[in-house]
């Protein structure tokens, strides 16, 4: 069984600050984790992904995400917001089957 | 390379009326999915086919039913449409093994009334 849960459904930032974004998982294997973005009317996007290499991941856009097994947590964090990042942010989990398990998503509010 | 499309962007259903949504991909990947994504709740699967030739039911399949008509192309049909499925709806695809990354198409943005 797996789950994703991504804590707080908005996020609000001052354009120049520190984005960061939670999500902790539960997996009954060693999982895959993702980060994806969806921008206004688009559709999902890979941002960055860990697979059991490197814990630090480094993304597109500045974006990158710490594996931290013993949290069992996977937060995405960017040093400075840009008024582009505003977006719906998903934390996704894959074990072993063919099918990832979502998050419920995180809104990014980039205030200038 | 077009990679995940979707057909139609935009779809207006009256209560009761049938419709099928296509997804055609480009990827050769073996793995392809349909997903609703309504506000607050994420994305929900409702069908995916882990290879050609096998459908299976996701979190929310009622009141849909899908085909997997070859590798490149997977359709959600809509017998009997209701109000509560106006949503948005996403195809996806994945090659298992390798990067198990989901490609996903632009959305079809579907209202009942």
């Known amino acids: 069984a797996q789950s994703v849960t991504q804590l707080g459904s908005h996020v609000s930032v001052s354009e120049g600050a520190l984005v960061l974004l939670r999500c902790n998982y539960s997996?009954?294997?060693?999982?895959?984790l993702f980060w994806y973005v969806q921008y206004p009317n688009q559709g999902l996007q890979l941002l960055l992904k860990y697979t059991s290499a490197a814990t630090l991941v480094k993304g597109i856009n500045g974006f990158e995400a710490e594996f931290k097994k013993s949290e069992t947590s996977f937060h995405l964090t960017k040093p400075s917001a840009h008024m582009s990042d505003a977006a719906e942010y998903f934390c996704?989990?894959?074990?072993?089957?063919?099918?990832?398990?979502f998050g419920r998503g995180t809104s990014l509010i980039v205030h200038p | 390379n077009a990679g995940v499309t979707q057909t139609p962007k935009f779809q207006v259903l009256k209560t009761g009326q049938s419709m099928t949504l296509q997804c055609a991909q480009d990827m050769n990947h073996n793995s392809m999915y349909w997903y609703r994504q309504d506000p607050g709740m994420g994305l929900r699967l409702i069908y995916y086919s882990a290879s050609e030739g096998t459908t299976d039911k996701g979190e929310v399949p009622n009141g849909y039913n899908v085909s997997r008509l070859n590798k490149r192309e997977f359709s959600l049909r809509l017998e009997s449409a209701a109000p509560s499925q106006t949503s948005v709806y996403f195809c996806?695809?994945?090659?298992?093994?390798?990067?198990?990354?989901?490609?996903f198409g632009p959305g079809t943005r579907l209202t009942v009334l």
């Open positions: 996704a989990v894959k074990g072993g089957s063919y099918i990832p398990t």
């Open positions: 996806a695809t994945l090659q298992a093994g390798t990067t198990d990354t989901q490609y």
């Open positions: 997996s009954s294997v060693p999982p895959y």
